[in-house]
């Protein structure tokens, strides 16, 4: 292949990858502002529509090892071609029977397809970008950011325009300008690097104590967003925000996470001790968390662009650490399987567990006190890492 060739595939590629990072959320986040009409319409508790989010979380952690089947069976291209297909389809189903059962049953598919695709497309990174791959674990991790924001910020404006099936059911649209893309990509020749010895005993993940302090890294990490995501905003209200104002303090941590999720990664090239930087982004979360508990209502704004600052660096950290430690892309595709999958079942239901521990206390001192647990946790393995032993 031509070097200039070979530049218009990689190119091509790191748009794919955008677009395909851009379908793994909005099916869960278009969700969140519809839980009200969806449970007056359809006549649910609180807890049965709280299923609709909580279903595809568990099953992402759950279904996670599938993406090794996928990817040997039928390889990484057409595995992830079909699995967009699959969010698609199911996505756009929700419009046409909108009824709770196959709200139910599209929550359990599109959590799977999104499981496999996940580590899929941190095995391509790993095989065709190996020089490079925190720049696009970056551009991953910022279509992930950026499909939950754009979802969780448009769907109310296209419920006002139709209903909440509709509304729901439009970011299948997505998945066909990521399927129209993805299958124009030519897989490129893996990327030269330096010779290394290679000669490397390929251990089964579960058998690595490493691979375990990465699972429990990433489930830490994965709590702290998805409870942050999910209380965050009761926190202002209850510190006397009003419901709009307490909106606007999530947006602005996730458009703070957002753009932490793009630029950060850049920089690991230059400055590539990636426990520094786990230093660095937990000292951040810490700061905004104890600002949270100690600081005026006014300061609500600040601690949530400190705890946006801690996401953004966080998931690309979290995403990085298997890449790092394995040399091919079907290991990538192991560890990364492993890790995310113990990662999304640890914190698949920890906002509810947050939810309960408010109703007896009525207040959000421990939720505090947990946001902080999560962060020694992932201080401790994170050392753990660093050590090399």
């Not at 530049?7 to 969140?32: T, Y």
């Not at 996940?118 to 720049?135: Q, V």
């Not at 990521?178 to 390929?202: C, G, H």
């Not at 925000?241 to 999530?250: I, N, R, S, Y």
Request: proline share 5%; hydrophobic share 55%; charged share 10%.
């Amino acid at each position: 292949m031509s070097k200039n060739k070979r530049k218009s595939a990689l190119g091509l590629m790191v748009i794919a990858i955008l677009f395909v990072a851009l379908n793994l959320r909005p099916a869960i986040s278009s969700i969140g502002p519809m839980l009200d009409p969806i449970r007056i319409d359809l006549n649910l508790s609180s807890s049965e529509v709280s299923l609709l989010t909580a279903i595809p979380v568990f099953c992402m952690g759950l279904f996670a090892p599938l993406a090794i089947v996928f990817g040997r069976k039928f390889g990484l291209r057409r595995s992830i071609a079909f699995l967009l297909g699959v969010i698609g389809v199911f996505t756009l189903g929700r419009g046409f029977l909108p009824n709770y059962p196959v709200l139910l049953i599209s929550a359990f598919f599109i959590g799977v397809a999104i499981a496999v695709i996940s580590p899929l497309l941190s095995a391509i990174i790993k095989h065709s970008f190996p020089t490079r791959t925190p720049a696009l674990i970056g551009v991953y991790s910022f279509g992930m950011g950026l499909g939950a924001t754009l979802a969780a910020g448009l769907t109310g404006v296209f419920y006002i325009i139709a209903d909440w099936p509709a509304a729901i059911a439009s970011w299948s649209l997505l998945s066909v300008v990521a399927i129209s893309i993805w299958l124009r990509v030519e897989q490129p020749t893996e990327e030269k690097v330096e010779e290394v010895d290679f000669e490397i005993r390929r251990v089964s993940p579960l058998k690595n104590k490493r691979a375990w302090y990465m699972l429990l890294f990433f489930g830490a990490q994965s709590a702290l967003f998805f409870s942050m995501l999910t209380w965050l905003a009761p926190i202002a209200i209850d510190k006397g925000m009003t419901v709009l104002t307490a909106g606007g303090v999530l947006t602005l941590m996730t458009a703070v996470q957002i753009v932490g999720n793009i630029s950060i990664p850049l920089f690991f090239n230059k400055f590539p001790n990636r426990f520094i930087w786990t230093v660095i982004v937990l000292s951040s979360g810490s700061i905004g968390v104890l600002i949270l508990m100690f600081g005026s209502l006014n300061m609500v704004w600040i601690a949530a662009a400190f705890i946006g600052v801690a996401l953004g660096g966080l998931f690309p950290i979290a995403l990085l650490m298997p890449l790092d430690e394995t040399t091919t892309a079907d290991d990538a595709n192991s560890w990364t399987a492993m890790t995310q999958s113990g990662g999304y079942m640890i914190s698949a239901f920890m906002p509810l567990v947050i939810g309960v521990i408010y109703d007896q206390t009525e207040n959000h001192d421990i939720t505090l006190l947990l946001f902080l647990s999560f962060i020694g946790l992932m201080l401790i393995f994170a050392f753990l890492l660093h050590k090399k032993n």
